[in-house]
């Protein structure tokens, strides 16, 4: 059903901004909740950020809530992440994902497609 194909990553400096783009072809995934995720070298993926399929509803992990914001352009279908302050310890490959329904959730095994991942490094 369709591609989730992020854009936005690469390399940026410390207490810089970021923002990553999930986009869907066509009305692909316009009825799935939508999240992001991030993996480190070493570590579990990791949950960071999830919307509903209408856009009105989102949730934030609690270490990245105030730093990082989940956003749903409907009309447009594509979900954006914007990234703020960021260190070192969020280096890593994000992914974006699409739930099996509706609503979202935190588990990583809650949604049954996957973008490609996409690299994001920061710098001292």
């Known amino acids: 059903q369709g591609q989730l194909v992020e854009s936005g990553g690469g390399l940026v400096q410390a207490g810089g901004s970021l923002r990553l783009s999930c986009a869907a072809s066509?009305?692909?995934?316009?009825?799935?909740?939508r999240a992001w995720f991030r993996q480190a070298p070493g570590k579990e993926r990791e949950f960071l950020a999830a919307?509903?399929?209408?856009?009105?509803?989102?949730y934030h992990a609690d270490s990245v809530k105030g730093r990082f914001t989940i956003s749903r352009d409907v009309a447009r279908n594509v979900v954006y992440l914007e990234m703020n302050a960021l260190n070192s310890e969020d280096s890593a490959v994000y992914y974006c994902?699409?739930?099996?329904?509706?609503?979202?959730?935190?588990?990583?095994?809650?949604?049954?497609?996957w973008g490609q991942g996409t690299q994001v490094t920061v710098s001292s």
């Open positions: 919307v509903s399929a209408s856009g009105y509803s989102t």
């Open positions: 066509g009305r692909a995934f316009s009825a799935n909740a």
């Open positions: 994902a699409a739930a099996y329904g509706d609503s979202e959730h935190v588990s990583s095994n809650r949604y049954n497609y």
